[in-house]
Nanobody, 123 residues
């Protein structure tokens, strides 16, 4: 079992920045691929970014590519999502997810989830 706790969400104006953090406990974090998903009411949860267990491979959704950066610190059991240049369309609940296998684009492939943190970007 891996427990995940997100932090760092909040309200920010368009063009501003936030840094989300996900702290993991239990399980074998170093063997887990990690991802950030986001969800708005009435829509499916969508992948924002994912990172391999080693941190050597990352992938970003087209909507955030070139803006957001995912990183991990295996020694501290943490994953971060740096989000500069935020846009109103980035408003969503953001979730940290983990799976003990190669990273995936699909939410249903992830076994472990945090409770989510709300990001609201005002125009």
């Amino acid at each position: 079992q891996v427990q995940l706790v997100e932090s760092g969400g909040g309200l920010v104006q368009a063009g501003g920045s936030l840094r989300l953090s996900c702290a993991a406990s239990g399980g074998t974090f170093r063997q887990c691929a990690m991802a950030w998903f986001r969800q708005v009411p009435g829509k499916e949860r969508e992948l924002v970014a994912r990172i391999s267990w080693s941190g050597g491979s990352t992938y970003y959704a087209d909507s955030v590519k070139g803006r957001f950066t995912i990183s991990r610190d295996n020694a501290k059991h943490k994953v971060a999502l740096q989000m500069p240049s935020l846009k109103p369309e980035d408003t969503a609940a953001y979730y940290c997810a983990a799976r003990g296998a190669p990273s995936s684009d699909y939410a249903d492939r992830y076994a472990y989830w945090g409770q989510g943190t709300q990001v609201t970007v005002s125009s």
